[in-house]
């Protein structure tokens, strides 16, 4: 049994070499029809960085030929099912707009979307992919709005503008809790809720970022000269109606009743 093991051992590293041997001679070779043919194979393997390097060299041979579309679109999903998602979003987008008739081009505009949706990171950071993920998650459902993974895209889309939802409450929480550091942040934190309240309306903070609002107001003219007071209170008031309109059962009632009791009290 031990023998046998040795042999079989020996035969996998005898086909392991001589799988080497012939893509290092694949890539000295100047036959790039054969490369390309190659690639095609490594492919099928699912051996996507052997693929992806033979394509570099194929693909700019190939342009303007008959293969110029075939090799440019399986350059982008060599480095699509690589998880490589910028390269692979730079060649989708060259085939949109170099080959709008590709025969994949719908397949191209739904990849590339969903590789900018890759790239997007966790909430505290720079939310550009998010953002470039929604522009063309959009841009797909246009183009083809009766197609089934419409619904795919819009799902897509929803969680993207809950996190760029999310980054706005944060930076609003971080105004707030700066309070009045190097000048007045509240003003900032009611700033950038409502604008996170009129660009994602119905978000999951949209809540706390009403109540943020409210309660900044009231710092505001607590914290204001007599000339401002009153009409800062009316502010106050305003935005009480506003957020018990919105949000009549809220777990924060108690504290916008509190709220809305001293606005009144320092107008009477």
Same mark, same amino acid.
């Given at each position: 049994m031990k023998q046998i093991k040795n042999i079989f051992y020996i035969l996998l590293l005898s086909l392991s070499l001589a799988s080497c041997s012939e893509y290092q001679a694949l890539l000295k070779s100047t036959d790039y029809n054969l490369k390309y043919e190659k690639a095609k194979e490594y492919y099928e393997l699912e051996q996507y960085e052997k693929a992806a390097t033979l394509l570099l060299e194929v693909v700019p041979i190939f342009k303007g030929t008959s293969l110029a579309e075939e090799s440019l679109y399986l350059q982008a999903m060599t480095y699509f099912r690589q998880g490589d998602y910028t390269y692979a979003e730079h060649f989708f987008n060259q085939i949109i707009r170099? =080959?709008? #008739?590709?025969?994949?081009?719908?397949? *191209?505009?739904? @990849? #590339?979307? =969903? *590789?900018?949706?890759?790239?997007?990171p966790r909430a505290k950071l720079d939310q550009s992919s998010s953002k470039q993920a929604i522009e063309a998650f959009a841009i797909y459902m246009e183009i083809y709005p009766d197609d089934p993974?419409?619904?795919?895209?819009?799902? =897509?889309?929803?969680?993207?503008?809950?996190? &760029?939802?999310?980054?706005? %409450? &944060? @930076?609003? @929480?971080?105004?707030? !809790? &700066?309070?009045?550091?190097?000048? !007045? !942040? %509240?003003?900032?934190?009611?700033?950038?809720a409502e604008n996170c309240l009129k660009e994602y309306p119905g978000n999951k903070h949209s809540e706390e970022l009403s109540f943020l609002i409210l309660d900044s107001r009231f710092i505001i003219a607590e914290n204001s000269i007599d000339e401002k007071q009153d009409s800062r209170y009316r502010n106050v008031i305003d935005e009480y109606y506003s957020f018990m309109n919105d949000y009549p059962e809220s777990d924060m009632k108690k504290k916008a009743d509190a709220i809305f009791e001293k606005a009144q009290k320092a107008l009477n």
């Amino acid at each position: 049994m031990k023998q046998i093991k040795n042999i079989f051992y020996i035969l996998l590293l005898s086909l392991s070499l001589a799988s080497c041997s012939e893509y290092q001679a694949l890539l000295k070779s100047t036959d790039y029809n054969l490369k390309y043919e190659k690639a095609k194979e490594y492919y099928e393997l699912e051996q996507y960085e052997k693929a992806a390097t033979l394509l570099l060299e194929v693909v700019p041979i190939f342009k303007g030929t008959s293969l110029a579309e075939e090799s440019l679109y399986l350059q982008a999903m060599t480095y699509f099912r690589q998880g490589d998602y910028t390269y692979a979003e730079h060649f989708f987008n060259q085939i949109i707009r170099t =080959y709008p #008739r590709h025969a994949n081009v719908k397949e *191209c505009y739904f @990849n #590339r979307a =969903y *590789c900018f949706y890759m790239q997007s990171p966790r909430a505290k950071l720079d939310q550009s992919s998010s953002k470039q993920a929604i522009e063309a998650f959009a841009i797909y459902m246009e183009i083809y709005p009766d197609d089934p993974t419409v619904e795919e895209a819009r799902k =897509y889309i929803n969680e993207l503008q809950d996190k &760029l939802a999310y980054k706005s %409450y &944060l @930076n609003a @929480n971080l105004y707030y !809790n &700066l309070g009045s550091y190097l000048g !007045n !942040n %509240y003003q900032s934190a009611i700033i950038t809720a409502e604008n996170c309240l009129k660009e994602y309306p119905g978000n999951k903070h949209s809540e706390e970022l009403s109540f943020l609002i409210l309660d900044s107001r009231f710092i505001i003219a607590e914290n204001s000269i007599d000339e401002k007071q009153d009409s800062r209170y009316r502010n106050v008031i305003d935005e009480y109606y506003s957020f018990m309109n919105d949000y009549p059962e809220s777990d924060m009632k108690k504290k916008a009743d509190a709220i809305f009791e001293k606005a009144q009290k320092a107008l009477n």
